[in-house]
């Protein structure tokens, strides 16, 4: 079964830095895209930044710069590091995986739903 966790949220300074982790399992047989997502209290959930299965990166204008997505494939496990912290970074984040299709991965798992999402962790920024 295909699990995405993630961790690493809590709270910091502006200016600061926090390190947000994705860790995939239970599909080793399989290449993904990870996409990291933010929602803030009363806000639509919005694109942080993304990393494809060719390690290939897009970043969210607010974010360029600041943020950086990284992939351990080793580890299984994508990585948000988030730099010069703004209190506007304050909200829930979220990892979505999206398997590659390959035949390794089919024949794997079978039926490949088109995403999964990891739980949300709280990133408040705040003095």
């Known amino acids: 079964q295909v699990q995405v966790v993630v961790s690493g949220g809590g709270s910091a300074q502006p200016g600061g830095s926090l390190r947000l982790a994705c860790a995939v399992s239970?599909?080793?047989?399989?290449?993904?895209?990870a996409t990291w997502y933010r929602q803030a209290p009363g806000k639509e959930r919005e694109f942080v930044s993304g990393i494809d299965s060719d390690a290939s990166t897009t970043y969210a204008d607010y974010v360029k710069g600041r943020f950086t997505i990284s992939q351990d494939s080793a580890k299984n496990t994508v990585y948000l590091q988030m730099g010069s912290l703004k209190p506007e970074d304050t909200a829930m984040y979220y990892c979505?995986?999206?398997?590659?299709?390959?035949?390794?991965?089919?024949?794997?798992?079978?039926?490949?739903?088109?995403?999964?999402w990891g739980q949300g962790t709280q990133v408040t920024v705040a003095s």
């Open positions: 239970g599909a080793p047989y399989c290449d993904y895209d």
């Open positions: 979505k995986i999206e398997l590659l299709p390959t035949d390794s991965c089919v024949e794997a798992l079978g039926f490949i739903p088109p995403d999964y």
